[in-house]
């Protein structure tokens, strides 16, 4: 037993344990953009674009971390729902609602979904796209 906690407390010892690797004396207005930089993971090709030109549009999405989506919507009173969070999976899709009064919704994603357009143009359209 003597032995086995000895050797606990050796590899303690000599093993080198760092919590933070941050120098919080020399963070300052300078260096933070490098530290958050080191700190980011690869998601620099993932993201979420949105662009919404007229009154009282609404875009609610639910994204994973890997996912890609680029949205429009340009017209009035038009609502996008985009809802793939239960999934880990990289996803890419494009929305382009044009005209007034228009509901997207979409939940899930899958191998056929990804990378889809969908293009809507009209008024008082409404999709329902489900991928299981």
Do not use: C, H, P
Not at 71 to 87: A, E, M, P, R, W
């Amino acid at each position: 037993m003597f032995t086995l906690r000895w050797s606990v407390f050796a590899l303690f010892a000599l093993l080198r344990v760092q919590a933070q690797e941050i120098d919080w004396d020399k963070v300052n207005s300078n260096t933070i953009l490098n530290l958050i930089a080191r700190q980011q993971t690869d998601q620099s090709s993932y993201g979420s674009n949105i662009i919404q030109m007229g009154d009282y549009n609404n875009a609610e999405l639910s994204l994973n971390a890997r996912t890609n989506i680029v949205v429009k919507q340009l017209g009035d009173f038009n609502t996008l729902y985009f809802i793939n969070s239960f999934t880990d999976k990289e996803t890419k899709a494009a929305v382009t609602a044009q005209g007034n009064n228009n509901i997207i919704d979409v939940t899930g994603s899958n191998s056929i979904s990804d990378g889809i357009q969908i293009n809507v143009k009209g008024d008082n359209k409404t999709v329902f796209m489900r991928n299981y």
